[in-house]
Every structure is written in C-alpha cells, then in structure tokens.
C-alpha cells in the first residue's frame, strides 16, 4: 500500500475559484485549507517542465497553437489568467520549480500529471525528474500515457506512480504492473463500491476524480477511496 494522501486533492488548484494550473489557483486551495494539489506539466521547446493542461495554448492564454512549440521566454509574454476574470489580468504559466517551491512552502503533497506532446514522451519524463532533483515532498506522479510512466518508473523509481484512466479495464493489473504502479485514478462516473472492494482488496489505493458534490465524496470515502480530486476544496474541505 502507498503512504495516506490527503483526502481532498485541489484539481488544478481551487480552479472553480482562480484560472486552473497557476499560482493564483495554488494560493486560494492553500488558503480554503487544502492539503494536496493537482497540477499537469508539459514541456515548452527548449525543453523547461511547465504547469499547464492542454497541448494547445489557446483555451487558458492570450496565445495559440501548441504549446510545445514555445520557448520558456515566448510562453512567459502570454496572459493565463484574464480568461477566468480581469482581476487576473497577466498571470503566467508557471514553472514547474515555482510549483514545487510553493508546495515545499506550504507543506502540499502533489500529485503531477505527466502531459507530453505524443512523441515527446522521453525528454518530458527527463525535464521533470530533472526539475524534481532535490526537492523533498510528497508526491504522486501520474499520466493517461503509459509509455510515460514506464519512462518516469526507470528514471525515479523511488516516486509513487499512480495509473491514470477514465473508465477502469478489466486487465487493470495487467496494465499498472510494468511500471510498478501502486494507485489508480479514475473518472468518478465509473466507480461503484464494487469497484473500490475490486481495487482495495487487491492493496492498490484509489482515488477519484473530478468530484464537486458533496454527499459524493462522503460516499466515495465511506466505501474506500483515499482520495477526491475537486474543483471545489473550499466547499468539500468543511466535511473532512
């Protein structure tokens, strides 16, 4: 079994109350009482590990186009926090060090999705472990790409890997060995208590996501699973 995680985890930070993967977004989850962040990294083209969702630019900045094919310095000239509201006018997309130093700070355990550019998979891996030298926190990484996993396992198998999926395989165990997998995260529309019983008995620990009801994360809790991801941690944070 994997160390205890906090029970609430803040999807992208408190992203129902700041723009989703920036510091604004970390700060408010840390004071509604938080415990845990998510976040996602990707990789700009000289290769710096950034906090950032999507592999294209235009949902969450004034940019466009993937991002990928950015440099550190023409990612920090974009704007990824006026979308969410003006008082939010040029936030940037943060570094993943910054997130990590923040988190060290503020006693945060993570949980860092990997997000590559497909085919980029390997110099991802290598600019996040890199970023992640040194740096003593909790953390769980975890990605919906298997090949990444595999890639992160060989570089840092001292790190919990977390096998991430919307609807959970019949051959789960088959998939989670190769990379030593020791936690699944899941879609919350497809976890049933006979799901958790299946996932728990077999010593692997399940967390769920994006969950933003209440009475569902006491459910979730109840039957087994560790840990919710939520938009919301200030509303789920006065249950805990």
């Not at 993967?21 to 004071?31: D, H, I, Q, S, Y």
């Not at 299946?198 to 569902?216: H, P, Q, S």
Request: glycine content about 4%.
């Amino acid at each position: 079994m994997t160390n205890r995680f906090p029970k609430l985890i803040a999807h992208r930070g408190a992203s129902a109350q700041a723009p989703e993967n920036t510091m604004p977004a970390f700060l408010r989850a840390v004071e509604v009482g938080a415990k845990a962040i998510e976040f996602d990294v990707t990789m700009s083209a000289d290769g710096v590990p950034i906090v950032i969702h999507d592999e294209t630019l235009d949902r969450t900045t004034n940019g466009i186009g993937p991002v990928v094919l950015k440099t550190w310095q023409e990612l920090q000239a974009l704007d990824a926090g006026s979308w969410f509201g003006s008082k939010y006018d040029d936030v940037k997309i943060p570094h993943l060090e910054e997130v990590l130093e923040f988190s060290k700070h503020h006693s945060l355990a993570l949980n860092l999705e990997i997000k590559p550019t497909l085919g980029l998979e390997q110099q991802t891996v290598d600019a996040i472990v890199s970023a992640l030298n040194g740096i003593d926190v909790s953390l769980v990484v975890s990605s919906f790409n298997e090949r990444a996993l595999a890639m992160f396992q060989v570089k840092a198998p001292e790190v919990e890997l977390a096998y991430l999926t919307e609807a959970i395989p019949p051959d789960w165990v088959r998939r989670m060995a190769p990379f030593g997998a020791q936690a699944m995260h899941c879609w919350d529309a497809f976890v049933t208590q006979a799901v958790v019983d299946e996932i728990v008995n077999a010593g692997k620990t399940l967390r769920v996501y994006t969950v933003n009801d209440v009475r569902r994360a006491q459910q979730l809790w109840s039957w087994g699973v560790e840990a919710v991801f939520t938009d919301h941690p200030d509303k789920l944070i006065e249950v805990i």
